[in-house]
């Protein structure tokens, strides 16, 4: 059972630009969006206006399958905004989406001294609306919570 607490302090959004709309409003879907080359073939994230291998502009939208594995990871006990205080400790990882680019993230569900190099994740289902943001992981086999 999760339970609400109002926030003193509100997190802030995402800066959006046009390179980045397309991936905040699938975001706010809950869905994972990267970019793919149309030249080369590769898939990058974050977006940006050209490709990170080849340069070409030709550059598409896919949708990601949602799962990879953490690449590297801390454990957050002081955040560098108070809007997350409240969070702490939580898990701020990068994980290697099987896609290949590597996405910064937060692995939640599961006590974060259970968290490791190498572990298996998937987005996590999200509630539109709700105040945790979009596009969390959490592991794909059940560990134990806090
Ligand atoms: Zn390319």
């Not at 590769?42 to 080849?54: D, I, K, L």
């Not at 454990?75 to 702490?88: C, I, L, M, Y």
């Not at 190099?117 to 289902?125: D, H, K, T």
């Amino acid at each position: 059972m999760t339970t609400t607490v109002a926030r003193a302090v509100p997190r802030p959004g995402p800066v959006t630009t046009t390179v980045t709309e397309p991936y905040w409003k699938c975001a706010a879907d809950s869905e994972l969006w990267i970019q793919q080359c149309e030249d080369c073939g590769r898939c990058q994230h974050y977006p940006a206006g050209m490709c990170r291998s080849c340069w070409s502009e030709n550059l598409d939208w896919i949708r990601a399958a949602g799962t990879g594995t953490v690449w590297t990871f801390t454990v957050v006990s002081k955040p560098g905004h108070p809007a997350w205080e409240q969070d702490t400790p939580y898990v701020l990882a990068l994980v290697e989406l099987d896609e290949g680019p590597r996405m910064m993230t937060n692995i939640i569900d599961c006590d974060p001294a259970t968290v490791h190099v190498g572990l298996r994740v998937q987005l996590a289902p999200h509630t539109p609306g709700s105040e945790q943001p979009p596009l969390q992981f959490h592991p794909d086999t059940p560990l134990p919570r806090s």
